[in-house]
């Protein structure tokens, strides 16, 4: 029986964040070459596109640093997460070949 192969499936998951990552800073990139000002997409609109229109919370100083977290730049949580899941899937893979 052939064993799966997980760590593949992880590192491929983690190039397509990436790769969402970059075409959404290429997107910007064009628009900025076109329109002369800088228009960066924020999580916010993706979080949007998926269905979750708004994240309230009780405090105001929990709600100031989720205001942060939605408004930063789409591009780098794909960035990001994309680098964090493909070193994992490195690290699964380099656990299953010292075995």
Sequence with gaps: MKEKQTDNYVAFA????????????????????RAGSWHSLPLSLGL??????????????????????????LCLWFIFSGMIIMIFGQMIRAVKVSR
């Design 48 to 73: 949007k596109f998926i269905g979750i229109d708004d994240i309230r919370t009780g405090h105001a100083d929990s709600q100031k640093i989720v205001d942060w977290l939605i408004n930063s730049p």
């Design 14 to 33: 983690g190039g397509m964040l990436l790769f969402f990552g970059f075409g959404v800073l290429f997107y910007e990139v064009f628009h900025w070459t």
